[in-house]
């Protein structure tokens, strides 16, 4: 309820913003639209199940136009460096378009994997670690809300969100 409640005072907000200050119109051939982007803070990262990005990590998510009208990208433009323990780690993209409803959720890594890193791994790599850190989805034409919160996987558990602040992003698709 809460969350649903968050999403929903999120979207509210972030239409007012989209349609009344900032005046927005019908997208360009431009290739980047990402209008006003807040990063996802995840943590607290406390003692030996910490990260080297520090207690409380920014996770940046870029939303950029896609190649056919009505697509949207997203991406993590700066992946961190692998880490073991981003392993089990993963933010996920909530969107939805203000102008017809449409919404989705993308998944995406947020780290370098062990090879794009320059190591060679001795296992197959395992969920999250098969996550892109790019995604392009039909959004539809129109204002888009996005948010991004992060997740963290334990063995035999679902995912638990663990982010301090979820990210938030406003775009016209």
Same mark, same amino acid.
């Given at each position: 309820?809460?969350?649903?409640?968050?999403?929903?005072?999120?979207?509210? !907000?972030?239409?007012?913003?989209?349609?009344?200050?900032?005046?927005? !119109?019908?997208?360009?051939?431009?290739p980047?639209?990402?209008?006003?982007?807040?990063?996802?803070?995840?943590g607290?990262?406390?003692?030996?199940?910490?990260?080297?990005?520090?207690?409380?990590?920014?996770?940046?998510?870029?939303?950029?136009?896609?190649?056919?009208? !009505?697509?949207?990208?997203?991406?993590?433009p700066?992946? /961190?460096?692998?880490?073991?323990?981003?392993?089990?780690? /993963? @933010?996920?993209?909530?969107?939805?378009n203000?102008?017809?409803?449409?919404?989705?959720?993308?998944?995406?890594?947020?780290?370098?994997?062990?090879?794009?890193?320059?190591?060679?791994?001795?296992?197959?790599? *395992?969920?999250?670690?098969?996550?892109?850190?790019?995604?392009?989805?039909?959004?539809g034409?129109?204002?888009?809300?996005?948010?991004?919160?992060?997740?963290?996987?334990?063995?035999?558990?679902?995912?638990?969100?663990?982010? @301090?602040?979820? *990210?938030?992003?406003?775009?016209?698709?």
């Amino acid at each position: 309820m809460r969350r649903t409640l968050l999403r929903t005072a999120a979207a509210a !907000g972030a239409a007012v913003l989209a349609t009344g200050i900032l005046g927005l !119109g019908a997208a360009s051939a431009n290739p980047v639209h990402t209008l006003w982007q807040t990063p996802v803070i995840s943590g607290p990262d406390i003692g030996p199940a910490s990260t080297p990005e520090g207690m409380f990590p920014l996770i940046h998510v870029a939303a950029s136009d896609g190649r056919a009208p !009505g697509e949207t990208t997203f991406s993590v433009p700066q992946p /961190f460096p692998y880490y073991y323990m981003h392993a089990s780690r /993963f @933010v996920v993209v909530h969107w939805q378009n203000l102008q017809t409803g449409a919404s989705g959720d993308v998944p995406l890594r947020y780290w370098q994997s062990l090879e794009e890193s320059g190591g060679t791994p001795n296992l197959p790599p *395992g969920f999250p670690a098969t996550l892109p850190t790019a995604a392009t989805v039909q959004t539809g034409s129109g204002p888009v809300v996005a948010t991004v919160t992060h997740f963290r996987t334990e063995y035999m558990s679902p995912p638990v969100a663990d982010g @301090v602040l979820p *990210g938030l992003s406003i775009l016209i698709s």
